[in-house]
């Protein structure tokens, strides 16, 4: 179960912001301070907010750390493959049992992400600062309260369009439409082992979308979402030799069958 | 498209046939080819089937053999590690662009499987020669076309039992009770990319469940619904510099912040 | 199982066509004669069409007619509410023992597909002959098979726009974009009881849109993916006094708990 | 959103646990009663609960008195037609509007349920008072937070067996193993609208069941989960004239079309 207050780690890989001025103009210390401020300012004392970034020494995801985060924020672009893959196992396995992972943008081309997945997780995309208008798609869903209309819009973004070659996620609860002609699943969620994983599409960084209050409330409520919950989970094999109801059978087991050869 | 007719390859590890007595007197030329048989009694000339092993080069899944093969049957147990990584991924690469995988019993717990799914892919097991009765889930599922009755039985059976660690099937059609008192979610469907997976547990090597008439229907169904239908699949990103429909805004982009850093 | 040749009945209210001129201009004489002829040069003599409409008696929905119909079309938009409550029985009882349906755009408020669906079905719309462009969300879907880019467009059509009330599809295979800023799931399957229901929304009676070879690939498509398919299915409650597996516990039941009070 | 306190109401037929003494032995003040002080042992005064049975005025379902509830809980097992249809309107209306529903055993059958299902919702059964083992098959699904192992067992149960005939559920996190032979999906939930709909399968009114610690955990669960969440729902058709975007074509719109014929 989640820790009270609930522990949430925003990881940045951080780079564009200290070397594009465009960016640095609108993310001064760095995207992940923005999401930051955000959560502390609906949230308060009942969350307890930290921040990774790649260059810290095992990117800031020690197992310590991983062990101490009930949701993980990842917000990745130019560097996915400077994530080392120790690490990325290591988010994996806590995904598996029960922390919350939340892939921002261009988090889908992740390691951590694609391999969650099993897919491709590649689409179409065009930088061009077009019109995005975001749609709920399941009204009911809890990452979509607070939101006030059917839909709000980006005045500037950037296009991630379909297909979108994720598997099809357990739940879909947003679907943009761009001014340029494509739509794409913005809002998605999935289960992996005990842990959920979300889907945030917009969130470019050469346009202040994490300043956009209709964001930030998604956020702040996937963050909720993506907390930990349910029951024992043990995500090995075991061998269970004595059967909880009687077997009628006598059989002998060669056990060197379940040896690996 | 599928080709006509269907090739099919079926993959098997082939070690247990060959080094323990018990399994080869129930499949003295490997469990692949009584499957091969059934498909050939079952579909003949409309059905080309080859069969490939472990010890082959290349596991006998050359570049050539997956690009003429339209689905792939999978069974492995002991040696899921000795199956080499590039393999793997060109197997995974088939997937995505449409071949489709049946993975069969232990091949829950193989590199292509655990792949294409993101998770653990553990379970319980038991091997006590317990009665396993196969109950049919949905009704209108391909897959079971051709079943008669609401379930059937195999007298001697290894216990797969829930929590089952894969991701909730798209289709899940076939959940199975032991009768040592577990429940296992026996018949599955996913898809991923434009490909199909289906898992079939029912299938331990000790056991002649590949001879049971009704597991052979249940894999003959599997894999005409796993024959590779659909439109265009790409996978991989694309920018799009020219937009479909109009776009209001004059905008430069920094191409710099789309290359790796 | 679907018989050979397989049997189709494209069900149309016939309204429109008959007393609009613009419409009859298009359908002069009917927009299921505009679909029964492209499933006709589809599938020839591989598939047996007939029609049936509102004014005919039973609507041309007789027992008789349904029990030798495999996938039914169905295309309403004017006149839902004179559809008889009993007919809609008969087919809802159709589709739960395997009979395919395929509703056609406004078919999204006809009493069988909310009847099948649970919630309300209603959506948003605008009628003002904009573009709309259909997306493939599921590029190994059947439905899509034959398509040959990533989209295709229509020219004219009328807006249906999120939130669309209907369950989470099963199978989401088409999202639609609109010129004037809306996005739909166009392309949507569910299973109930044995039966395959398909919603494919584009089709609106002022515009010439079953003329389009996309459209008519699609509904050739659904057809054949709707075909009946599966085993057993009863849909009723059954008492299994005696149980398959034996039971420890000695227990008298007291059947009047049973019945209806 | 939900209020604070949650509104929960509990519904029940309370037929059984008047006329019957083995079922009144078992819950004297009506299983209603039970599980009512389960809820307040829990949750305390951020829960408010009441209970409305079918000897009421309007079944104690008043439009005023849905109004007010967050989560509806219903039990009906012999008397599911003397409800009447005015009632079941105004439920599923207030379900589609957001409050959650939770159907308790034989709620299977109940005209709400099946309303909001569209299938027939009928199964096998057996009552033998056998063994029912629920096992846990999402193991990080809100609704079974707080068990401690991988299943727990109920030493006497009436058997509910598949197939149970009910679209698939959104999400599947109990299967049930029956000592009979038989398995069942005993938790499922689905989204309808904007609320959500769970199923509880165990619960029959001889034996003690809702004194089971682990089903009053699981019920507890259930309410929290199925409280209201979301943003705007309308359910509701909505001509929207003037576009969001521009629209290039300039269009005449026969609005007669759009009547009732």
């Keep these: 179960m989640a820790a009270s207050p609930l522990r949430v780690t925003i990881w940045n890989e951080y780079i564009h912001e200290l070397t594009v001025d465009q960016v640095r103009a609108i993310y001064p210390h760095g995207l992940h301070a923005v999401i930051a401020d955000a959560l502390d300012a609906r949230f308060g004392s009942s969350m307890e907010v930290r921040v990774a970034t790649l260059d810290e020494p095992e990117h800031g995801l020690t197992?310590?750390?991983?062990?101490?985060?009930?949701?993980?924020l990842w917000w990745g672009h130019a560097a996915h493959d400077r994530v080392s893959?120790?690490?990325?196992?290591?988010?994996?396995?806590?995904?598996?049992?029960?922390?919350?992972?939340?892939?921002l943008h261009s988090a889908h081309a992740s390691k951590i992400f694609r391999r969650l997945m099993g897919t491709s997780c590649?689409?179409?995309?065009?930088?061009?600062?077009?019109?995005?208008?975001?749609?709920?798609?399941?009204?009911?869903?809890p990452v979509v309260s607070g939101l006030r209309d059917e839909w709000f819009e980006l005045s500037q973004s950037e296009m991630y369009g379909e297909h979108f070659d994720i598997p099809a996620p357990d739940e879909l609860f947003l679907v943009s439409w761009f001014e340029g002609g494509e739509v794409f699943r913005s809002g998605c969620a999935w289960?992996?082992?005990?842990?959920?994983?979300?889907?945030?599409?917009?969130?470019?960084?050469?346009?202040?979308?994490?300043?956009?209050?209709?964001?930030?409330?998604l956020i702040?409520?996937?963050?909720?979402?993506?907390a930990p919950t349910g029951s024992l989970y043990l995500g090995q094999g075991r061998n269970i030799v004595p059967s909880l109801s009687p077997i009628a059978a006598r059989y002998f087991v060669d056990e060197g069958l379940h040896r690996s050869k």
Aim: glycine share 8%; proline share 5%.
């Design 63 to 72: 197992y310590a750390s991983l062990a101490e985060t009930d949701v993980l």
């Design 85 to 103: 893959d120790e690490v990325v196992q290591r988010v994996h396995d806590r995904v598996l049992h029960g922390m919350g992972l939340i892939a």
């Design 122 to 141: 590649m689409l179409r995309w065009r930088e061009a600062a077009e019109k995005e208008r975001v749609w709920v798609i399941d009204p009911g869903h």
């Design 191 to 217: 289960r992996r082992g005990k842990g959920k994983v979300i889907y945030l599409s917009p969130g470019h960084e050469t346009f202040p979308i994490y300043h956009n209050p209709n964001i930030q409330q």
């Design 220 to 226: 702040g409520n996937a963050v909720q979402y993506a």
